[in-house]
């Protein structure tokens, strides 16, 4: 069938309209004219696979990546630069418009413009991959949009090129290291995934192995060897995750090597961090997105989700914060953190946002939301509005949780009335469809 694509989608697929209803199309851009197959048709929509472009967006391109078209991290490397910040600013205003209900022509979100990311190759700081066993050896690389296909590769675009040369001795050694791959299908294996962190600005590393079994002594010498091979590595660890599912990293993580942590630069500050924790893949648009977020608080501030400190050094030179983390070991290093960078007036804080805020008591001019992408519990929301600060600045990596949150800040039936003042999207992640989203909001009087 031929298909005319209006717009993306969140998972970076062309939607198309028939009297049949809605198609997504991946691979297809909007404004292009496309000869499509339909290879999954449910009630109300249906997938189809690109056969062929009848008319090609003017702003397409060839994909850099020798797997684009099989691995599926990045979903916009066929489209020109400057047309992936404009779909993702598109992306914001559909998820304001379709879920939160607002009006795009509002003050607040005129103008509503994705900022770029200072570099589009080469810019992440950390990256996962799974480990699985292909033609009977272990081998890591990345899954196959929307499979657990593993796609084998020597180095990856988007990665920093500390990451692509760590990885390309690592996939050599794989094999010597006699550990079994991990299998989805049985939930069962030794060697689940290799995780690899730089700091950019620093030149450390971090290398770690994560095991979904205990290992004998003979596989730790194996591992142990590692340190000789890998030389420039600052820290070698082991993680322990010992479930089943989905999720990378379990609970408990040894260190082989060095002190388990390594160390990162965001403007005058230093930043350490570990295996599990997180800090954000895109040194440099990060610290462009925490000046930005700097600029919008004011006075004393509630900052929720504070991880390991970073975008509280930028909000103690506003005033004193209160820096609130569920994780208690990246509570831990945010208090090391902030005593290495000589910062006094911060007090940290830790447990689940929602309960921490049913304790505290004082007024704050601003609460600082950043929290993961399923967005904030309603407590946490409904407890800012009590709180009734100046104003709220809420930090996203999701539109649709966003939107969704915003809808409940910005009610007109609560007693402390906001409204959105500006909102700004930063590309954290290019050649990706995903987008991190920058909203004040200040309240009505």
Same mark, same amino acid.
């Given at each position: ?43 109300? %929509? ?17 994909? #850099?990546?020798?797997? %684009? ?9 066929? #489209? ?16 304001? #418009? ?10 607040? %979100? ?6 770029? =990311? ?6 992440? *700081? ?44 690592? &996939? ?29 600005? @620093? ?14 002594? #003979? ?26 599912? !989905? ?7 040894? +260190? ?28 440099? &648009? ?14 004393? @501030?509630?900052?929720?989700? $504070? ?29 090391? !953190? ?27 001019? =601003?609460? +600082?939301?950043?929290?993961?992408? $399923? ?22 990596? *999701?539109? =649709? ?27 954290? %992640? ?12 200040? /309240? /009505?009087?």
């Amino acid at each position: 069938m031929e298909l005319k694509i209006e717009k993306m989608s969140s998972d970076g697929s062309g939607i198309a309209r028939t009297e049949e209803g809605v198609v997504f199309v991946p691979g297809a851009l909007p404004e292009e004219t496309v000869e499509a197959e339909v290879v999954v048709r449910k009630k109300d %929509f249906a997938v189809a696979r690109l056969v062929a472009l009848k008319e090609a967006h003017p702003r397409r391109i060839a994909p #850099a990546c020798p797997v %684009f078209e099989s691995c599926g991290s990045c979903q916009l490397q066929h #489209a020109e630069y400057g047309l992936q910040t404009e779909l993702k600013a598109g992306l914001v205003r559909d998820a304001l #418009a379709r879920i939160g209900g607002f009006d795009l022509r509002e003050e607040g %979100f005129s103008g509503l413009e994705c900022a770029p =990311s200072p570099q589009i190759w080469g810019y992440r *700081n950390k990256a996962s991959f799974p480990v699985r066993k292909i033609r009977g050896k272990p081998v890591a690389g990345f899954y196959q949009a929307g499979s657990h296909r593993l796609v084998q590769l020597e180095s990856c675009p988007v990665n920093a090129a500390p990451l692509n040369r760590h990885f390309g001795v690592l &996939q050599r050694e794989l094999p010597k290291l006699g550990m079994d791959a991990w299998s989805d299908r049985e939930m069962k294996g030794t060697l689940r995934h290799i995780v690899l962190r730089a700091g950019l600005h @620093t030149g450390e590393t971090l290398f770690s192995l994560v095991v979904g079994s205990r290992l004998d002594t #003979a596989k730790m010498k194996k591992i142990a060897s590692l340190s000789g091979i890998l030389k420039n590595v600052t820290t070698l660890t082991l993680n322990h995750n010992l479930r089943p599912g !989905n999720v990378i990293l379990g609970e408990r993580t040894e +260190v082989l090597r060095g002190d388990g942590l390594i160390s990162e630069r965001l403007d005058g500050w230093t930043l350490r961090y570990d295996t599990e924790s997180f800090f954000q893949v895109n040194t440099d &648009q990060s610290i462009r997105l925490y000046r930005h977020v700097q600029g919008l608080a004011a006075g004393k @501030t509630l900052e929720l989700y $504070s991880g390991v400190g970073s975008m509280t050094c930028y909000l103690s030179e506003v005033g004193f914060v209160t820096a609130v983390e569920e994780w208690r070991g990246a509570v831990g290093l945010m208090k090391k !953190n902030l005593e290495d960078n000589g910062i006094g007036n911060v007090r940290a804080l830790c447990g689940r946002a929602e309960d921490v805020m049913t304790d505290l008591t004082g007024e704050y001019d =601003s609460v +600082v939301l950043d929290p993961p992408r $399923s967005g904030c519990e309603r407590r946490v929301l409904d407890k800012t509005g009590e709180f009734a600060p100046e104003r709220i600045v809420y930090v996203s990596c *999701n539109p =649709s949780t966003l939107a969704r949150d915003l809808k409940i800040l910005t009610d007109g039936e609560k007693k402390t009335k906001y409204t959105v003042k500006s909102i700004r999207a930063f590309d954290m %992640f290019p050649q990706t469809v995903h987008v991190e989203t920058v909203v004040l909001l200040e /309240r /009505r009087r």
